[in-house]
């Protein structure tokens, strides 16, 4: 079997973050950059105005693929958007919000029209009992609220447990907020936990516990058990959760989404994180929200007040609408993704991806082993510039790079024709094995 010839682009991504504090580099850097544990020389920026907390990540690995996608045209299967709309109904009420006086800002922790929506939602939906006036956050989408929680709960050197391959964004938000990263391994190919290792990641050190599920990426969804679990070390260690259910409505194969919130008396020690973002398809809208006890809730709203001041206000009004959808609508966006999920991931497999069936989300990280390249940046770049379909190379959601090396993120998020054509796109994958 030969090797594919690359180009030098290949080596384009020659560091990896890890949100410990620790970085790779899997090419030379200068000697002078290294006496900084927390900075790598692929991405420090030279200029030393700049503060070591915006050293200490590097831009993220999937919106980059994104430019790197239209850059070459590629079919864009990295960052988690869909290329079709939102319902109908949710720009019409954009729309009338836009037209009926809601464009300056709202409170900024929501809208109350939003505010009450939610608290319903989270009730019949959740299970869990949210109070509009105090348990409710409303943010520029969850990637604040994670933030703005991070930020709120956490103090330089106590820990974070963190799944691991974990979405990438918990890194930046680790190192933001100082928090130390304590990583529990989802093992392939199923993405079980170990208790024991689970056990021992809490420490007297442990403020927070981060669950994502269903999981990016590995479309995972969490078991009542897996919960009740992380709920006892939580209350044997007096640790909060911080629970992102963005993709709560995509599930299949019968997987039901459990919130921890919802579990035993957690509520009392969850945030929980969701948003319109995936389940509405609007992920440039930016709403997001949290609901959490009331004390952690006033320390996020005063977070989230100075960083924002508020989300889109007409867009809030609008959300509002959408979280009133009947349950049919819920029902066809899961059938909708199942549907493609059965396909793409059919497709990945005939042309020698290997990867399991995610039970939720819509990314599936496909193991690459049977093509002949170094790693998963030279596949990835290799993908994107001679098959033209971008993808995320799976070392981005690892804290040491070697462990996600022989993995890529395909996203299915995408119209049939566009996730037809590129599997078309990856035929050419059958003569490299
Ligand atoms: N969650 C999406 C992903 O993993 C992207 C989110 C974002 O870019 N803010 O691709």
């Known amino acids: 079997m030969r090797e594919p010839a690359w180009p030098d682009a290949v080596r384009h991504r020659n560091h990896t973050f890890f949100p410990s504090g620790r970085f790779a580099t899997r090419s030379k850097g200068s000697m002078e950059d290294t006496q900084s544990q927390r900075s790598e020389p692929g991405f420090r920026i030279n200029d030393p105005h700049i503060s070591e907390r915006a050293q200490r990540f590097?831009?993220?690995?999937?919106?980059?693929?994104?430019?790197?996608?239209a850059a070459h045209g590629a079919v864009n299967l990295s960052q988690g958007y869909p290329d079709f709309d939102p319902p109908r109904e949710l720009v019409e009420a954009a729309k009338l919000a836009l037209e009926n006086g809601y464009n300056q800002y709202s409170t900024t922790w929501g809208a109350p029209e939003l505010r009450h929506a939610i608290a319903r939602k989270a009730k019949t939906f959740n299970g869990?009992?949210?109070?509009?006036?105090?348990?409710?956050?409303?943010?520029?989408?969850?990637?604040?609220?994670?933030?703005?929680?991070?930020?709120?709960?956490?103090?330089?050197?106590?820990?974070?447990?963190?799944?691991?391959?974990?979405?990438?964004n918990y890194g930046p938000d680790a190192a933001m907020s100082g928090a130390t990263p304590r990583?529990?391994?989802?093992?392939?190919?199923?993405?079980?936990?170990?208790?024991?290792?689970?056990?021992?990641?809490f420490t007297p050190k442990t403020k927070a516990v981060i669950v994502n599920t269903p999981n990016n990426p590995t479309g995972k969804v969490f078991s009542s058990d897996e919960l009740r679990l992380i709920a006892d070390l939580c209350s044997d260690h007096d640790v909060v959760a911080v629970t992102d259910e963005i993709y709560e409505h995509i599930v299949y194969d019968g997987a039901r989404h459990v919130s921890l919130a919802a579990v035993g008396d957690m509520a009392g020690r969850t945030i929980t994180i969701s948003g319109l973002s995936k389940t509405y398809s609007?992920?440039?809208?930016?709403?997001?929200?949290?609901?959490?006890?009331?004390t952690l809730a006033d320390a996020m709203r005063r977070i989230h007040d100075f960083l924002t001041v508020g989300a889109p206000h007409p867009l809030q009004i609008a959300a509002a609408v959408a979280l009133e959808f009947p349950e049919t609508y819920y029902a066809n966006l899961a059938r909708t993704y199942r549907a493609?999920?059965?396909?793409?991931?059919?497709?990945?497999?005939?042309?020698?991806?290997?990867?399991?069936?995610?039970?939720?989300?819509?990314y599936v990280m496909a193991d690459f082993s049977r093509f002949p390249f170094e790693d998963d940046w030279a596949f990835a770049m290799y993908l994107v510039e001679r098959l033209g379909v971008a993808t995320v190379p799976g070392s981005s959601f690892y804290g040491r790079p070697e462990d996600g090396a022989r993995y890529v993120r395909f996203m299915f998020s995408k119209k049939d024709e566009t996730l037809e054509e590129a599997l078309r796109r990856l035929e050419p994958l059958r003569e490299l094995q």
């Open 58 to 69: 590097p831009e993220s690995v999937i919106r980059e693929m994104t430019r790197i996608a």
């Open 128 to 168: 869990i009992d949210a109070d509009p006036e105090a348990n409710l956050v409303v943010t520029c989408g969850s990637t604040e609220a994670m933030m703005a929680a991070m930020l709120s709960l956490v103090n330089p050197g106590d820990e974070v447990v963190v799944f691991e391959p974990f979405y990438e």
């Open 183 to 201: 990583y529990v391994r989802m093992e392939w190919p199923g993405w079980s936990i170990d208790e024991e290792t689970l056990k021992a990641a």
């Open 282 to 294: 609007a992920t440039g809208w930016r709403v997001g929200w949290a609901i959490a006890p009331k």
């Open 340 to 362: 493609k999920r059965d396909r793409f991931v059919k497709g990945l497999r005939s042309v020698g991806f290997e990867c399991g069936d995610p039970r939720g989300a819509y």
